[in-house]
């Protein structure tokens, strides 16, 4: 059928490639343009269908993003104490970070679930309520349903007297420090996201915090976005504090000695911590008329940072000209993209691109290898299923045949709906680990396709208990 196909024994055969563009399945004039957008800095508004690969072309992006130059600090204000003073610190570029680490510190690596609870849920690991272990970028929490980042904007709700109580969570942060006593040493530990499943945790003793580790450390000044972060932050479109920042409560205020100083309750808005980087927001139409917030930082690259509440404390603090020099990649579903605030989308025409990605590709030698290759992606990302023989590629290859003709009304065409296509993989994947098997077989495809289906699209499975075999009959005839 195809070059790959003929010669294929498994998907373990198969080449991977390591850049992400690249990576990216039967959208290659999108991929053309987000490369020079990346190289030009411009904005981009990808539409589309669910699961055709929009956050997957975002996220490429940000690999080929030149590393950022500056860190954003805030400095206490004397004079208005209310009224932070942004400083704005040059990263070197011939200093690595990874060897500016004192070298009476040490890093060690950990995973979600053997963090202490606090510094788990500040990170978005888990739920406040439940304390259920989730990925960050999980608005919920999938065990008992509460919303791990909370809108403090809603003066009719009980958020700001929770937060005058200091119990309503912060949203994920990337960075968390904390501090642990070992004997009679007492040591300061910071906590970083450095992938999905892991976090980087540096210990250095207290009285050795005045070493350099980048820009040097000054009283009265705290950092708001690390030289060392990541700057390609996602975000939805539910929360417009989420996107501007806020700033804590604080009972006392900037009383001195008492409460707070303003300069330390601070929280940066994604448009912030996305300096330098990209902010990809998915579904932006759902921002609503806080578009317009998001076309002013655009436009002046600089916005300002205050509290929402207006029953809060925070609402008295305001630090002006904070930086937000980022490239937007925006994303919206076809039926919604009427939703997006007209000067935004002439913003991004006019500073950008908008992409219409595809949902289908033609099927021919080129494009079924291209399917193939993704199964092989997928078999890697996911880590925890078999490969697939060559039979059972081809049954898959039938089901993005047919996904083409149900889903598109297409002809010898094959299906771009990449996450729903992967779904059915991991579920033939588990399927085969259920049976021992070493490899995925064509039968386990053939159940996956028909478990993948929703519930309102002939499951079978959702509507009683039957087995592998009589679902498919019922199916399939």
């Known amino acids: 059928m195809t070059s ?26 999108a991929v053309t343009i987000v490369q020079s957008a990346v190289k030009q800095r411009r904005h981009v508004l990808l539409c589309g269908v669910p699961g055709i690969g929009k956050s997957m072309l975002a996220k490429a992006a940000y690999y080929h993003l030149s590393p950022p130059t500056q860190e954003i600090r805030l400095k206490h204000n004397k004079a208005l104490p209310d009224r932070p003073i942004v400083v704005i610190s040059q990263i070197n570029k011939e200093q690595n970070p990874k060897q500016t680490i004192s070298t009476s510190s040490n890093v060690f690596y950990s995973t979600p679930d053997r963090l202490p609870i606090d510094i788990a849920i500040k990170m978005g690991f888990r739920c406040p309520k439940c304390s259920s272990l989730s990925i960050p970028a999980e608005p919920t929490c999938a065990s008992c349903g509460i919303v791990k980042r909370c809108d403090w904007s809603d003066s009719n709700s009980y958020h700001g007297l929770f937060r005058m109580l200091d119990v309503v969570q912060e949203p994920a942060l990337r960075i968390v420090t904390g501090h642990e006593t070992i004997g009679s040493d007492s040591y300061h530990l910071t906590y970083e996201r450095t992938g999905e499943n892991e976090i980087a945790i540096t210990r250095e003793r207290f009285e050795e915090q005045s070493v350099v580790k980048g820009p040097q450390q000054i009283d009265n000044e705290r950092v708001l976005v690390s030289s060392n972060s990541c700057r390609f932050i996602r975000v939805s479109g539910a929360s417009h504090v989420e996107l501007l920042g806020d700033v804590k409560h604080d009972p006392y205020g900037s009383a001195e000695t008492l409460g707070m100083a303003a300069y330390q309750r601070v929280i940066p808005g994604a448009i912030h911590e996305a300096h330098e980087g990209i902010l990809y927001i998915d579904e932006v139409s759902a921002l609503g008329p806080h578009q317009s917030h998001l076309l002013t930082a655009m436009q002046d690259r600089i916005y300002p940072i205050s509290g929402h509440n207006p029953l809060s404390s925070g609402a008295a603090v305001r630090v002006d000209d904070v930086p937000c020099d980022f490239i937007l990649f925006a994303s919206c579903n076809t039926e919604n993209i009427g939703g997006i605030l007209p000067a935004l989308r002439s913003r991004i025409r006019g500073y950008g691109y908008e992409i219409m990605l595809a949902s289908w590709i ?17 078999v890697e990302e996911d880590g925890k299923v078999p490969h697939f023989t060559a039979e059972s590629v081809k049954e898959v290859l039938q089901v993005a045949e047919k996904m083409a003709s149900q889903l598109d009304g297409k002809s010898n065409a094959l ?22 098997e070493r490899l995925v077989q064509p039968n386990h495809v053939k159940t996956a396709e028909v478990l993948s289906r929703g519930i309102d699209m002939g499951n079978p499975y959702s509507i009683s208990y039957k087995s592998p075999e009589q679902a498919s009959r019922d199916y399939f005839f």
């Open 362 to 378: 033609e099927k021919n030698s080129q494009n079924l290898d291209e399917i193939i290759r993704f199964i092989a992606q997928t």
């Open 415 to 436: 299906t771009l709906r990449l996450r729903e296509l992967g779904g059915l993989i991991r579920i033939a994947g588990d399927l085969a680990v259920q049976d021992d």
């Open 4 to 29: 790959l196909l003929g010669s294929l024994e498994t998907t373990e055969q198969v080449i991977t490639p390591k850049d992400p563009f690249q990576r990216i399945i039967g959208q290659e004039h």
